[in-house]
């Protein structure tokens, strides 16, 4: 683009200039444009790269190919943006107070995906008879996701009571290794049980946070309104590409799963090769504080008619 | 013989005393565990005691669960299991009063088991249960036929 917004610094500053510079040495570019192009619903569309210092790179153009309305991937990086010390320092002189918020946020999330899990599981086992006999997947599903869910929606009243009688202890899980890893899994576990969205958003929002250091509602306000919105259906988390088939299965035998993306989705096939090409040295999952992980966000914008 | 459940049958009349059931299992059993860490094993250093105390939450848990899908799955008699639950819940909290532990996790400690059992024998539940039975049995026959067709 010819005009550079003289005066106030919004064009091609040296930031945005190295930004670009660096995406475009660490990451495949050519891979991952055919990596979009291969999906029928997302052919041609734009790619733009927001980095940790919220350098907005368009890597490319939205071409009308796909559709007229035009539709963006998002990739959004989202790292630790201060110093380890720096950041240390922040946590022990935040109020304890906003931390209870979070945790009984997050454990309002986590149960709310407990409720989702015992609905579509007994909705399948009512639904039985007429679908005959329970067989050995339903069960291990009903199984893994039951409990993965009710493990975390347990964890979360458990952190929330500790951060109102002993906040010490939550810390000192945070520092925890087996404790994190046993998270993750139990994130990509519940999944595993749930394909509704409102997981997806959650685990968003977790990672977000998680990676970031801000608090949910920062991470929350980040967003526009119209962001928010596509977010919760269009986001998805890249942390276990194998979720597919199993909540395809899922689907099929809980029968009436509503279907609630009606808009364009990127399907996990397609997040996988975008992953693939993004290259090693980037990071997928996000772990809350172990630090040297960079994560980064896909999301599909469309824009849409009010 | 009651009359046949459906799926709309079972989300209007039994879902919400269904998930309020396992609702305050997790409660109980969540605010244990926290009364565990405030009270009994306090003077511990968490590095030594922390994990065993979430992992004995943990086993609890899938027992809740276990006992839950058990119950779904039309098998009546695991109800019991999860009043084994509140009832250890509720003796594991009655006694960390002299521990002087927060009033209100306490408070709220004993009354989850509480609510939990009567939950368990509130009318909703018990004809949800004698349903799921029924579901269960129609579902041994289906698969007998389905064996019988097959041989």
């Known amino acids: ?306 | 013989m009651s009359e046949e459940l459906t799926l709309r049958g079972f989300f209007r009349e039994h879902f919400l005393g269904f998930i309020a059931g396992i609702f305050a299992a997790y409660f109980s059993l969540g605010l244990s565990v926290v009364l565990a860490f405030v009270t009994y094993f306090r003077h511990l250093p968490l590095a030594d005691s922390g994990l065993y105390i979430l992992l004995t939450g943990a086993v609890l848990t899938l027992l809740i669960v276990h006992g839950n899908l058990m119950v779904l799955w039309g098998r009546p008699q695991w109800v019991w299991l999860l009043i084994g639950v509140f009832v250890a819940c509720l003796l594991f909290v009655l006694p960390t009063i002299v521990y002087d532990p927060h009033r209100g996790l306490y408070g709220l400690a004993l009354l989850f088991p509480l609510l939990g059992l009567l939950f368990l024998n509130s009318r909703g539940q018990r004809d949800m249960r004698r349903k799921l039975v029924d579901i269960r049995q129609q579902r041994e026959t289906l698969r007998r036929a389905l064996a019988q067709r097959r041989t």
């Open chain 1, 1 to 306: 683009m010819s005009n550079p917004l003289p005066g106030i610094g919004m064009d091609s500053s040296p930031s945005q200039f190295l930004a670009r510079q660096r995406i475009e040495s660490q990451i495949n570019l050519p891979q991952l444009f055919a990596a979009i192009d291969a999906d029928p619903g997302i052919v041609g569309a734009g790619v733009v790269y927001i980095d940790t210092d919220f350098n907005v790179v368009t890597l490319r153009e939205f071409q009308p190919i796909c559709s007229i309305q035009p539709k963006r991937i998002i990739l959004r990086e989202a790292q630790k943006y201060i110093a380890p010390t720096q950041f240390a320092q922040q946590v022990q002189n935040n109020p304890r107070e906003s931390r209870l918020v979070m945790e009984a946020v997050n454990t309002t999330l986590s149960c709310a995906g407990a409720v989702l899990s015992w609905t579509v599981i007994a909705s399948g086992s009512i639904l039985v008879p007429f679908t005959a006999g329970a067989s050995g997947v339903v069960v291990a599903i009903a199984y893994t996701a039951a409990g993965a869910s009710s493990l975390q929606c347990i964890n979360g009243i458990v952190r929330t009571g500790l951060e109102i009688a002993k906040p010490e202890a939550n810390d000192w899980l945070d520092s925890e290794a087996w404790y994190q890893n046993a998270s993750i899994g139990l994130d990509a576990a519940s999944l595993l049980g749930v394909g509704a969205s409102a997981l997806t958003t959650i685990k968003l929002v977790r990672i977000a946070k998680a990676t970031t250091g801000k608090t949910l509602r920062e991470v929350l306000r980040g967003l526009s309104r119209q962001e928010r919105a596509k977010l919760t259906k269009e986001l998805l988390s890249i942390n276990d590409p194998r979720m597919t088939p199993k909540m395809l299965k899922l689907k099929q035998l809980a029968g009436e799963l509503p279907k609630r993306y009606t808009t364009t989705q990127l399907k996990h096939g397609t997040v996988t090769q975008i992953k693939d090409s993004l290259g090693a040295a980037i990071g997928l999952t996000g772990s809350a504080l172990s630090g040297n992980v960079k994560t980064i966000a896909v999301g599909l914008y469309e824009e849409f008619d009010e």
